[in-house]
């Protein structure tokens, strides 16, 4: 019987799956268009049809790893539910107030993301708790029903408890929970202490209201997808992709569904890394551009960057501190609002712009036939010539052209002043100079130099745009795996189950309580060990990773310090004081000796070893009968500025060694690759096509 694994990544144009074989190491792709109004219809019309094509039943399936832009989506579009949140008395405006800073100092008239709780719904109780724990104010249980009668007035459907200091001592915000329980059960409860247990109130409470107000469609949607594949016959266990990197039990997501906020993308990058490991290429830019957003994110030593905090929803794309704050352990990218179905507009000063506005899935790009009429990416990469209308999802989807360059037209060539092509050239201009520029923004921030990088393109938009964007960022290799189109869903099944936790306990180093700095690590390991092992995975084999957020005492923020593993006590201030003095110094080129230091916040992550399954595209069953060429369709370059014929190749005919010289177009099934007349690609024994520029 076989043992198949399936990846189902949900995007907000496409729906992306990959059925994985380990027997044989060999694997199959499919793509469907995401159904927004009901994302489980798409999921289990695409596990039929992916079984169906691959020839196994879906009752083989003994494991379904899911990740999902869903999260981030719900936010995005503010299509979450109505949140009350309870606050400690005084602190009613967190979610407004923020940090108190302005992310442009110049611009008078800036804004940031709109709370998640309008002010009406974020209530106030009579507590308080000191920065150690202590209770310098007995909690009021007799003013929650007031509160709670207000929240049924406005049709509240869950809430949120952020009070003060609570990561320190949780007991005020359980006893609000236990009541909640026994008196008004109808409503889900997030806790700040449970969620983001951490120091600083705003992004620990915005952290929180995000848990909230994703939480009932999350779960109504996780048990319709379950209950959907059940239906197909599917007994088999389903998984979580998280924002670190790793994959979690199905529980475990529902509790925690802030943590999927970056599901699908955190994919894309262990997958990007995957492929840079196994062909020897540890220093990488991983570009994931699908239908709707881009998604950049730098890989070093082999492995992606990661960060504690993210930022949603921004008001404005390029400028941070625009958007929510989220307390969650991630995979560190920055998303563009540059996909295949962003649309471009002439703006206020008859500038062009591309998105970050998408026609997503319905009624999708112009070219779809679906209802769309708004000019986007792939509109222009249609009348550019760089996708073939006829094999779009290797021809399962028609492009109609001509309503291609009826919108670019009527949107944008007729108000500019300039032709059709000129005008589609500048859309993807646009959108390739947006992405290059998010791309150096992003390393800049890092102190990072990414020109000795290698550009890993993948999603079904990225491999046309890798060439401008790589020649862009001065980048001379670009790695396009088989299968790009879908690799978030084959990161699925390369990331290993994993969970990270957080207690913040501030205190200087020279006075730590090292009883609580034990029974913290020992809370959280325990429970990680118990999630993890519930999964499936040997205890002997959970690696624990532990770190501290350490600061010189004053300072505003903190840098991240290694923790070795095992029983601390105060033999280990030297080595910590030497662990944060090293780390200081290779950031900031100094330390200061006379200033002691302090440490703010204690992590612990537990995983198991990284799959060493060596995934092979099973390129028998689409290998077509066309050879090599294809044919030939004229393409625009842009170098030129004008059409030249140009050779199309047949991805799945290209063997090992086989070299195509730009320019060209290479097409699969799911993505196509633009060669450009400055570069040669060469197949290699994994069958990545491999770019070389310049």
């Known amino acids: 019987m076989p043992d198949v694994r399936l990846g189902v990544d949900v995007g907000g144009t496409f729906t992306d799956f990959v059925a994985f074989n380990p027997e044989t190491g060999s694997f199959s792709v499919g793509k469907t268009l995401t159904t927004p109004h009901d994302l489980a219809l798409g999921i289990i019309q695409g596990t039929r049809e992916a079984a169906e094509r691959s020839g196994f039943a879906v009752k083989d399936i003994s494991q379904v790893t899911y990740g999902t832009t869903h999260v981030a989506n719900l936010m995005l579009e503010r299509k979450g539910v109505r949140v009350g949140l309870i606050a400690t008395e005084g602190f009613r405006d967190v979610l407004e107030t923020g940090t108190e800073q302005r992310y442009d100092m110049y611009d008078l008239t800036a804004r940031r993301a709109e709370p998640l709780v309008p002010r009406n719904l974020r209530r106030t109780i009579s507590e308080r708790m000191s920065w150690d724990g202590k209770v310098l104010l007995p909690l009021d249980l007799a003013s929650l029903d007031p509160i709670l009668a207000t929240f049924a007035e406005y049709g509240v459907e869950t809430i949120a408890v952020a009070l003060m200091h609570s990561y320190r001592n949780p007991s005020h915000e359980r006893t609000i929970r236990k009541y909640l329980r026994n008196r008004y059960p109808e409503y889900s409860v997030s806790l700040s202490s449970e969620v983001a247990p951490e120091v600083r109130e705003y992004p620990r409470t915005s952290t929180t209201v995000a848990n909230a107000y994703v939480d009932p469609p999350l779960r109504k ?381 204690w992590r612990m992550s537990a995983s198991e070893p990284p799959p060493r399954t060596d995934i092979r595209f099973l390129k028998s069953e689409l290998t077509t009968q066309t050879g090599e060429v294809k044919g030939e369709r004229p393409l625009f370059l842009i170098e030129e500025g004008r059409f030249v014929d140009c050779p199309v190749f047949d991805r799945y005919g290209l063997e090992p060694g086989a070299t195509v010289d730009g320019p060209a177009i290479v097409e699969e099934r799911e993505s196509t690759v633009f060669v450009g007349p400055e570069a040669r690609c060469t197949i290699d024994e994994r069958l990545n096509l491999v770019m070389s520029l310049g």
């Open 221 to 601: 949607h996780l048990t319709e997808m379950a209950s959907g594949l059940k239906s197909l016959g599917f007994g088999g266990v389903i998984y979580m992709m998280l924002s670190e990197g790793g994959i979690t039990t199905l529980e475990a997501a529902r509790s925690f569904p802030v943590r999927l906020v970056e599901s699908g993308p955190a994919a894309g990058a262990m997958a990007a890394a995957y492929y840079g490991e196994a062909i020897g290429h540890r220093e990488l830019l991983s570009f994931d551009m699908g239908g709707t957003t881009a998604k950049l994110c730098l890989i070093n030593g082999g492995k992606p960057s990661r960060t504690t905090e993210i930022e949603v929803a921004r008001e404005h794309r390029f400028k941070k501190g625009s958007g929510l704050i989220l307390k969650v352990p991630a995979i560190d990218m920055i998303e563009i609002g540059a996909g295949g179905g962003s649309i471009a507009y002439v703006d206020s000063l008859g500038l062009m712009k591309v998105g970050p506005q998408s026609a997503g899935a319905d009624p999708g790009p112009a070219c779809y036939g679906l209802g769309g009429f708004e000019p986007t990416v792939s509109d222009a990469d249609l009348v550019l010539g760089l996708l073939n209308p006829g094999y779009f999802l290797g021809g399962q989807m028609a492009l109609d052209p001509d309503s291609a360059s009826r919108a670019i037209e009527d949107r944008l060539a007729r108000p500019m002043g300039m032709s059709v092509i000129r005008a589609a050239q500048g859309i993807h201009e646009v959108v390739n100079e947006n992405m290059a520029t998010a791309a150096r923004m992003h390393a800049a921030e890092q102190g990072l130099d990414i020109r000795a990088s290698a550009l890993v393109a993948f999603g079904g938009a990225g491999p046309i745009h890798s060439y401008g964007v790589a020649k862009l960022l001065g980048l001379n290799r670009v790695i396009c795996p088989l299968g790009a189109g879908v690799m978030s869903s084959i990161g699925m099944l390369v990331a290993p189950k994993s969970f990270a936790s957080v207690q913040s306990y501030i205190s200087q180093l020279d006075s730590v309580d090292w009883d609580h700095v034990n029974g913290i690590f020992k809370t959280m390991e325990s429970a990680a060990m118990e999630l993890i092992t519930a999964a499936g995975v040997e205890a002997a084999d959970i690696k624990i990773e532990r770190s501290a957020d350490m600061r010189y005492v004053g300072q505003g923020f903190e840098i991240v310090v290694p923790v070795p593993n095992g029983e601390l006590g105060p033999e280990l201030l030297e080595t910590l004081e030497a662990a944060f003095s090293s780390t200081y110094q290779s950031l900031f080129g100094r330390i200061l000796s006379d200033v002691p230091v302090e440490t703010i916040t």
